[in-house]
């Protein structure tokens, strides 16, 4: 039967629940409410809590090739739902019906790929009368916070991660976008025991409210660096783990020997992929002096083209922004432009629309001070600068408070990688960015996050270290 999309609970011991207040998220293309949804309640999160706590005791002794078994019927379930679950993400967060399609693939791939890893038993030492074993154990209740801007990949790494590890999840989505991740969690009900997986819907309450609860491990938070203060303070409080993935504002550097005619497509597709709404894409794009007239003018004329309107249009490349406050905040930045007498290239103005549609805008080389530079726009929005002195461009990429990622662009590998082993971000590249993948592990550097998320080291992070010793003989 194919997954109602109609009518969204909460998922709670594996059984739909509803809450007495509701309320919706908003379609971003023509701001038209979307179906009601719960707003849940301390009760539900005691009862969630509750439930998980209850499934730990048997899904942390369960072995590892039973929960990958459930992990790959469940992959197998979300892949038969893809068509309606991408179609309900562009109705929900607003991309592209083929961006939203690519992101429900990645998550299967994601959940195919992370329980192909082995966590693993170390031998520290082993001699006549004594052993010395190193291991990972599962941590209990593991809190998973999840942003908008990808609504499902991301909570598909913390489902994962958190209960291939042995863990019980509860899922909280952001209220902007919380349809795919509640029907994730219903998906889940015919593979897991009751308890382990769980989702709930609220308001701006059930974070701070997840944050806090005493029976609640770990929380696996990713959103706004603002945010991940506030949650890394309220664990502090019971000492939870915590992983924290955050904002970017990633640099890439283009040099002089680049081949124009490949890289700018490129390029272009990766700094207005999802409309700018992606953690970890170009933000900042340093253009070498040389070639930097010429690139302009061809990114431009390439970004230009870029078909702009509602996700379910079959070209559409860019969509709306998704929400009210992030529209917004788009307009602010935007209104910079005049005010720090920059140059906007291409865009820099915002239409009357039905939608949260802010046109791609492109800003000639404005000063490193300028808050375009400065600040994660998070919107279709790019600030390229000149660049002529390789040690000043470093400093320049490296001067913020960021370090999520960064990119280096250049047909001489020994150069790149000479710039690049001098940028300070969690992901670097050299001729890419934003290519990522689920058994390699990712996190930022500096204020961008705290700990990593995917790959083995990301899975050893749902989990304590326990160090075990052997005496042969008493
Ligand atoms: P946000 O911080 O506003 O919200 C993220 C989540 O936290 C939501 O589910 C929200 O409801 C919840 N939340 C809000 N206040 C909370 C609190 N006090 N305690 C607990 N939870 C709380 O972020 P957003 O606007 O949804 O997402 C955009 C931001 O996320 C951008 O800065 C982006 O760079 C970042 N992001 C980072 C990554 C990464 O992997 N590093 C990935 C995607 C997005």
């Keep these: 039967m194919d997954l109602d999309t109609t009518s969204f609970s909460n998922v709670i011991n594996n059984c ?33 809590v509750k439930a998980a706590r209850a499934a730990f005791k048997t899904w942390s002794t369960t072995d590892f090739d039973k929960r990958r078994e459930a992990i790959n019927a469940y992959a197998k379930s979300v892949e038969a739902n893809k068509s309606i679950l991408a179609q309900l993400l562009t109705k929900e967060q607003g991309k592209p019906l083929s961006q939203a399609m690519q992101e429900v693939e990645l998550a299967v791939h994601w959940a195919r790929t992370l329980v192909t890893l082995a966590l693993p038993e170390t031998t520290l030492e082993d001699t006549d009368n004594r052993q010395i074993l190193q291991r990972y154990t599962p941590l209990g209740v593991v809190g998973a916070i999840v942003p908008w801007n990808y609504p499902v990949v991301l909570a598909m790494g913390k489902i994962i991660g958190a209960v291939y590890t042995g863990n019980a999840v509860i899922l909280k989505p952001s209220p902007y ?30 974070g701070p409210m997840m944050t806090e609860h005493g029976g609640i491990d770990k929380i696996s938070f990713t959103g706004s660096t603002a945010t991940g203060r506030l949650v890394m303070a309220s664990c502090s409080k019971t000492l939870k783990r915590l992983t924290l993935e955050l904002g970017g504002n990633d640099a890439a550097i283009i040099c002089d020997d680049i081949d124009l005619e490949a890289v700018i497509p490129k390029v272009a597709t990766l700094a207005f992929l999802c409309s700018g709404q992606t953690c970890m894409t170009v ?34 490349f860019i969509g709306p922004v998704q929400n009210w406050m992030q529209f917004n905040k788009a307009k602010v930045l935007m209104r910079t432009i005049e005010a720090d007498n920059l140059t906007a ?14 046109p791609p805008t492109i800003v000639d080389n404005p000063p ?27 400093a320049r990429a490296n001067a913020s408070d960021m370090g999520l990622g960064a990119s280096v662009w250049s047909q001489d590998l020994e150069r790149a990688r000479r710039i690049v082993d001098r940028l300070e971000a969690g992901n670097v590249w050299i001729n890419t960015h934003f290519e990522v993948e689920p058994f ?34 008493p």
């Excluded at 001070?369 to 000043?392: M, N």
Aim: aromatic fraction near 8%; hydrophobic fraction near 35%; charge should be negative.
């Design 16 to 48: 739909l629940t509803s809450t007495p207040e509701t309320r919706h998220g908003i379609n971003p293309a023509n701001r038209q409410p979307n179906p009601e949804v719960p707003i849940s309640t301390g009760r539900d999160l005691e009862e969630a």
């Design 177 to 206: 976008t919380p349809y795919c991740g509640l029907k994730l969690a219903e998906l889940a009900m015919d593979h897991f025991p009751p308890g382990v997986m769980q989702a709930l819907s609220g308001d701006d309450t059930l």
């Design 283 to 316: 933000k900042r794009l340093y253009i070498h002096e040389k070639i930097y007239d010429e690139f302009r003018a061809r990114l431009v004329k390439f970004v230009g083209k870029f078909p702009m309107g509602e996700g379910t249009r079959p070209d559409v």
């Design 345 to 358: 290239v291409l865009g820099g103005t915002v239409p009357e629309s039905p939608g949260y549609f802010i």
């Design 368 to 394: 490193e001070a300028s808050r375009i530079v400065q600040e994660e726009p998070f919107a279709p929005i790019l600030p390229i600068l000149k660049w002529s002195d390789e040690a000043d461009v470093i």
């Design 440 to 473: 390699a592990p990712f996190g930022g550097h500096k204020s961008s996050g705290i700990g990593t998320e995917w790959g083995l080291l990301g899975l050893t992070q749902f989990c304590n270290s326990q160090t075990v010793y052997v005496k042969k003989s």
